[in-house]
């Protein structure tokens, strides 16, 4: 059972153009939620992540937004660039847990020059 | 400052053989867990320690699955008698404790292939 879902194993994108890659989670008890960029032969590295009281977090080139209600959250990436092409995970962790991270599969991102 | 590293960063055993893995997380860090990732998936939580106490190992998925941290730094996970499922990369990652954050910070990993 899953309870992180990325739904697209792959998106490709232009150089320049927005890159959105979405998250679906089925937890309620999730509170904390994170996006990992893992490049091949690496370990995951953090990216950005957004606490659930909140709605949006940004970063430099790196936004995420988070729908609570309808158990969604989104990472958009502009203006895309080909270093950014790698594989993202999205991950999330439950209030009064271990802090143990609960992974997405990923979403294989290609950004083409 | 140095991140978390893991070795070996490859490992071929013979099904049946025990394998052990080692864990130098960040120094500072006191909490440390392991993740199993198999091919095309994400990362799975085995284990997480904090400190030299293992608090959750819920995700170990047989008893052939041990992990210790006996002095709170360095963590070894053995698999005994290994089976071609194991196969499979296997990720630490460590935090500062009670951050608020739930960051971690991950190693390159261990892909451990069962022959």
């Known amino acids: 059972d899953q309870q992180v879902k990325q739904n697209s194993p792959s998106l490709s994108v232009q150089e320049g153009r927005i890159s959105i890659l979405n998250c679906d989670y089925t937890?309620?008890?999730?509170?904390?939620f994170l996006w990992y960029k893992k490049y091949p032969a690496e370990g995951p590295t953090f990216l950005i992540s957004?606490?659930?009281?909140?709605d949006k977090n940004e970063d430099g080139r790196f936004t995420v937004f988070l729908n609570k209600s309808a158990k969604h959250l989104s990472l958009h990436i502009v203006p895309s660039q080909p270093g950014d092409s790698a594989v993202y995970f999205c991950a999330a962790s439950a209030k009064g847990g271990s802090e143990k991270l609960v992974f997405g599969k990923g979403t294989k991102l290609t950004v083409n020059p | 400052g140095a991140g978390v590293s893991q070795s070996p960063r490859y490992k071929v055993a013979k099904r049946g053989q025990d394998v052990a893995l080692r864990c130098d997380p960040i120094s500072g860090h006191v909490s440390l867990f392991w993740y199993q990732q198999a091919l095309g998936q994400g990362p799975e939580f085995l284990t997480y320690f904090q400190n030299e106490a293992q608090l959750d190992k819920s995700g170990l998925p047989s008893d052939r699955f041990f992990a210790e941290r006996p002095e709170g730094s360095v963590s070894t996970l053995k698999i005994q008698r290994t089976q071609q499922e194991d196969s499979a990369v296997y990720l630490c990652a460590s935090s500062l404790a009670f951050s608020g954050t739930y960051e971690q910070y991950f190693g390159p990993g261990t892909r451990l292939t069962v022959t």
């Open positions: 937890n309620s008890m999730f509170d904390y």
């Open positions: 957004i606490s659930s009281i909140k």
